[in-house]
């Protein structure tokens, strides 16, 4: 049963906005810096990389959404994704970092934004756990036992048979996912004011 002395909706929002505000550092980065690759085949090939992790992102953060949305105060999900591993969603929320810092061209600035992403969620785990524990004792004891947190541990999968899907969260799940793909346009706007001359840059990342 949840405590009244944690709101899970309101850390999730303050992750979400420290999220947003690391995102933006390394976006800032992003605008004093260059590929060290240039636009030859070594940048194209790590945009082309990153643009696939951004998919996989968002079909993995959907494809959560329909075992956990709603129903994180009320129950342990352990089917599917959350079967082999508790905390699926910000793993492909960490694919999805990688793949934004990825539309720069640079493998350094990928794991920038990799490492606040990680950093932000490891904090946000953390209170999580320590609710859910608080909430559920022994049957969280037992998920915890037998389930890695990040994993994915495959040997541990089991499945229902059918799913009980809320829309609402489904679909905030997929608009949040959809957000990834903005540094596409927003990276490839940036190289094309850097190679106009109009945007300076003070060193090059690998």
Not at 17 to 43: D, E, P, T
Not at 74 to 84: F, K, L, M, N, W
Request: aromatic residues 12%; charged residues 15%; contains cysteine.
């Amino acid at each position: 049963m949840a405590t009244a002395s944690f709101d899970l909706g309101r850390v999730q929002k303050l992750r979400k906005a420290a999220v947003a505000a690391g995102l933006i550092v390394a976006i800032a980065l992003a605008f004093v810096s260059r590929s060290f690759w240039g636009g030859g085949v070594l940048h194209e090939g790590v945009e082309a990389v990153g643009l696939g992790m951004i998919a996989v992102c968002i079909v993995g953060r959907a494809w959560c959404s329909l075992y956990i949305g709603g129903r994180k105060k009320d129950e342990i999900v352990d089917q599917g994704p959350y079967s082999v591993s508790r905390n699926p969603l910000y793993v492909f929320s960490f694919i999805g970092a990688f793949g934004v810092g990825a539309q720069t061209g640079s493998l350094i600035l990928s794991l920038v934004f990799l490492a606040i992403t990680g950093l932000i969620f490891a904090i946000t785990i953390r209170r999580e756990e320590a609710w859910l524990s608080e909430a559920f004792g022994p049957v969280y004891a037992a998920y915890v036992a037998r389930t890695p947190r990040f994993g994915p541990d495959f040997r541990l999968w089991r499945d229902a048979e059918t799913l009980q899907v809320k829309p609402r969260f489904f679909l905030t799940t997929l608009r949040d996912g959809l957000v990834f793909l903005l540094a596409v346009p927003i990276f490839e706007s940036v190289e094309r004011l850097q190679s106009l001359g109009w945007i300076g840059t003070l060193f090059r990342l690998p």
